[in-house]
């Protein structure tokens, strides 16, 4: 969620030479995602590209497709595209579009996409006097799709169309959970699908100093469960941590306040990759032994390379 250019293109160019499998650029209310991945598309050689993630209401099938096809020449092959069903705030307050039905939206714009990106025409919604067009260029190659999925209806969908699936604020201990119901998903599509790469997306807030790493740690977990819509609060609800949920929401009346109290630190350790280098190292490992795949290290916007680096720096393979 980055929003000064210049540090965007400083951290793709430190993930690739320290050896990291992939870089992402988040979409919410700033930068085109897009834009910046071409731009690092043209100094980077070998790292994969993705956009981690766009959300469904600001574009339609076909400006993702074109994207989608853009970036992957530009970048030879190398790009990942990530789509999510993004959240109320998003949608409403800068879209100004109505956050209805959104794991249905976000089903039809996988698969219209993904239509597109082989070759199909757009499978048209209604009689109209145009038939539906195909992109006039096409990835030389399939470009895998991601799906940032935390609800149950949404993870299953998934397993049915995605490649890889990108959870973010998802405990650790309901990474089991959420496979099962990728399988689940998986299973009612065709025969012999594989499940979608395990890609869970981790909060990171690692710094020497105990007071600071615990301050951006809150950060990530009040925020996003004070202002950024219901899912994540209903997530962490459904999956055991009600009474933590409570705690935040008590400390914090006001979008200006970002504690989580003694009592909700637990959030913490299951949503973050926090505190000292060989702590955040250990909780990563435990995220491995819990079945992620490729799990993603998402950095804290507003802080200073420095931080910024040596986060990148504690966390490579």
């Known amino acids: 969620m980055e929003t000064r250019r210049p540090v965007v293109l400083h951290l793709a160019d430190r993930a690739e030479a320290l050896g990291y499998d992939a870089f992402f650029v988040a979409e919410g209310w700033g930068h085109d995602a897009g ?12 790292i994969t590209l993705g956009t981690g993630i ?6 339609t099938a076909a400006t993702i497709s074109m994207l989608a096809t853009s970036l992957a020449e530009v970048s030879d092959g190398r ?35 993904r239509r597109l990106l082989d070759g199909q025409r757009l499978e048209a919604t209604a009689e109209r006097d145009n038939r539906p067009l195909r992109l006039a260029v096409t990835p030389r190659q399939p470009v895998p799709i991601h799906l940032a999925a935390l609800g149950p209806s949404s993870v299953r969908l998934a397993g049915e169309v995605a490649d890889g699936w990108a959870p973010f604020l998802l405990p650790l201990s309901g990474l089991g959970a959420g496979v099962r119901l990728l399988e689940e998903g998986a299973a009612r599509a065709e025969p012999g699908r594989t499940t979608p790469l395990i890609a869970p997306c981790i909060p990171a807030a690692v710094s020497s100093d105990q007071a600071t790493a615990l301050e951006m740690a ?26 933590a949920v409570e705690e935040v929401l008590a400390a914090n009346p006001t979008s200006r306040t970002f504690d989580v109290p003694e009592p909700a630190r637990v959030l913490l350790d299951e949503l973050t990759l926090w505190g000292p280098a060989e702590q955040a190292r250990e909780t990563l490992t435990r995220w491995y032994a819990a079945g992620a795949q490729m799990p993603t290290v998402v950095l804290p916007p507003g802080r200073s390379v420095e931080e910024l680096d040596h986060i990148l720096e504690t966390l490579r393979g």
Do not use: C, I, K
């Open 79 to 113: 790009f990942v595209l990530g789509l999510g069903a993004g959240s109320p705030p998003l949608a409403e307050g800068f879209h100004d579009v109505e956050f209805a039905a959104p794991v249905e939206r976000l089903g039809a714009m996988t698969r219209q996409v």
């Open 35 to 46: 834009v910046l991945l071409a731009e690092v598309a043209t100094r980077t050689r070998r």
């Open 54 to 59: 766009l959300n469904v209401w600001g574009r």
């Open 218 to 243: 809150s950060w990530w977990v009040a925020f996003y469960l004070t202002s950024m819509g219901p899912l994540y609060r209903q997530t962490l609800t459904r999956l055991g941590h009600r009474r």
